[in-house]
């Protein structure tokens, strides 16, 4: 079981809004720590997508954004496409355990 | 731009030890923060540790304490993670990446390799 929280699978239409939901707790997200966000196509390595809750990295189209509240943080496609059909996962930094890093156990998005 | 080659797939025997490379160009490895994740297949990225020879310490996730060795050799820029005791929940596709040392993210991702763990 993951650290932090996603729901297995979200879907929406060509054009429609989908959001992503990453629930951690005190000793992760809700301690302060950055969530960032991974997009995973079929047998490729992941890719970053947002980093520091909200950033886009060079080159990520702005239809992907990303937010932070509390102890959880989404991810927003929208203007959905067929080529967002992948897993997204979340990343944060835990100060528990020796896990320093944490993922969320990852979404995947159906474009219908 | 940082580039990240990895060795080829892998087939073991339970109880044996895997060593896996990965050798970084477009920067020199001592700059970096060279970090180790797996995916088993059909699940999550497992974040596994990382390697930090400037700092001298290394760090490794609680579930790998005692079997996981990650090492690099800075005349090649080639970084190294050796897992031993292996089991069948030992298959996976394992991946390095460098962090982000300021916000702890992952912008640079190698290939992956397969390891595969079958009597």
């Known amino acids: 079981q993951s650290v932090l929280t996603q729901p297995p699978a979200v879907s929406g239409a060509p054009g429609q809004r989908v959001t992503i939901s990453c629930t951690g707790n005190?000793?992760?997200?809700?301690?302060?720590?950055?969530v960032h966000w991974y997009q995973q196509l079929p047998g490729t390595a992941p890719k970053l997508l947002i980093y520091?809750?909200?950033l886009r990295p060079s080159g990520v189209p702005d239809r992907f954004s990303g937010s932070k509240s509390g102890t959880s943080a989404s991810l927003a496609i929208t203007g959905l496409q067929d080529e967002d059909e992948a897993e997204y996962y979340c990343?944060?930094?835990?100060?528990?355990?020796?896990?320093?890093?944490?993922f969320g156990g990852g979404t995947k998005l159906t474009v219908l | 731009q940082v580039q990240l080659v990895q060795s080829g797939a892998e087939v073991k025997r339970p109880g044996a030890s895997v060593k896996v490379s990965c050798k970084v160009s477009g920067y020199t490895l001592s700059q970096l923060s060279m970090n180790w994740v797996r995916q088993a297949p059909g699940k999550g990225l497992e974040w596994m540790g990382r390697?930090?020879?400037?700092?001298?310490?290394?760090s490794h996730a609680q579930n790998f304490q005692g079997r996981v060795t990650m090492t690099e050799d800075t005349s090649t820029d080639t970084a190294y993670m050796e897992l031993g005791s292996l089991t069948s929940e030992d298959t996976a596709v394992y991946y390095c990446a460098i962090m982000n040392v300021y916000n702890s993210n992952f912008p640079d991702w190698g290939p992956g390799t397969l390891v595969t763990v079958s009597s």
């Open positions: 390697s930090d020879p400037e700092e001298g310490e290394a």
């Open positions: 520091g809750n909200s």
């Open positions: 990343q944060s930094y835990d100060i528990s355990l020796s896990a320093h890093v944490v």
């Open positions: 005190r000793s992760n997200i809700g301690a302060g720590y950055d």
